[in-house]
Nanobody
């Protein structure tokens, strides 16, 4: 089992920034990809960004150039830096982990509890 605990969501004005964190624990050697998904009201959950254990990254087209995913292996923590936020980025953001290829849109087996990001116009 892998446990994921997120933090860092909040309310921000358009153009602002936030940083989300996802602390992992448990059998982390069973996973090869960490990712962030988001779900806006009335929409399907979508992959936003992913990072492999070797540090390779992948982004949804809608966030390229604005969001950055990174990891600190010493702290077993993955981060998502959100810059130049737009109202359409408003969603619940979920940390996800599992054994998936970097570019797969399918989530891994493990989820965090979710953190709300709200961007006001």
């Amino acid at each position: 089992q892998v446990q994921l605990v997120e933090s860092g969501g909040g309310l921000v004005q358009a153009g602002g920034s936030l940083r989300l964190s996802c602390a992992t624990s448990g059998n982390i050697f069973s996973i090869n990809r960490m990712g962030w998904f988001r779900q806006a009201p009335g929409k399907q959950r979508e992959l936003v960004a992913a990072i492999t254990t070797s540090g390779m990254t992948h982004y949804a087209d809608s966030v390229k150039g604005r969001f950055t995913i990174s990891r600190d292996n010493a702290k077993n923590t993955v981060y998502l830096q959100l810059n130049s936020l737009k109202p359409e980025d408003t969603a619940v953001y979920y940390c996800n982990a599992g054994r998936r290829s970097l570019y797969s849109s399918s989530p891994g087996d493990y989820w965090g509890q979710g953190t709300q990001v709200t961007v006001s116009s």
